[in-house]
């Protein structure tokens, strides 16, 4: 059976001006079109192609890459926004659409956002989704302090919500973020708390003691960056440290007290430099 919104393995069975007629074992057919292909196939050789429905049902096969996959989340631009839905940029001819029954917000032109690819029984297409919750299905039992992966999701006014190895669900609260982040991003993060709801609260760093070290690590690579000196003591201003290093004045002073301890800088009044 040929499967849609993934790569099948079909073999050319016959073969027109214009396309490649595609047999799996089954018999099922795809159309490929040749319009635009380089490489040219024989009939019997055997092809690894995506394959989707066109306006008329017909399963189409194609060589191009799409940017999802069935049963996928990834970050997608919106390039059209009609009375019937929106419709994205999928790397297709065909536009991905998404209806608005499955918008968690009204979708916005030339916005792009977290998305996820399902197959729609009742149109039997495929067809993208931003209530991505829903689709969310947790397998793992998770422990505080562990280390997953993370793919940004929105921004609320909390924080970032995030999707934990691809099944779960997170947030990061804004005032434990200290660098840039933008949706479809993955990071790695943490688990801080998990919550009744069973929802999870999140950090970028390593809990506890285990921050000390990779921070420290990181203000001496910079020191050493910067020519052996930094303008930055633990009487800055906590904005301008999470600016130019990415981490809070509470993570920056552990960092500057482990190094000052292993006499690895000195700290002054003009701020802080390599030790020799």
Known sequence: MIRIGTYNILKVDTISE??????DEEKDAAILNNDGIKQKFEVGEAIKVFVYKDNDDRLIATLDKPKILLNEFTPLKVISVTSAGAFLDWGLPKDLFVPFKEQYKNLEEGETYLCYLYYDEDSERLAASTKLRKF???????????????????KTDLGFKAIVNREAEGLLYHNEIFQELHIGQEITGYIKTIREDEK??????????????PNAKKVLEILKAAGGALDLHDKSDPEEIKRRLQMSKKAFKKAIGT????KLILIEQEGIRLNG
């Open 18 to 23: 214009l396309a490649y007629y595609l047999v």
């Open 136 to 154: 969310l299905v947790e397998e793992e039992t998770y422990e505080v302090g562990e280390e997953v992966n993370l793919l940004i999701w929105q």
């Open 200 to 213: 999870m609260d999140l950090v970028l760093q390593k809990l506890g003691h285990e921050t000390i070290e």
């Open 259 to 262: 190094l000052y301890k292993q």
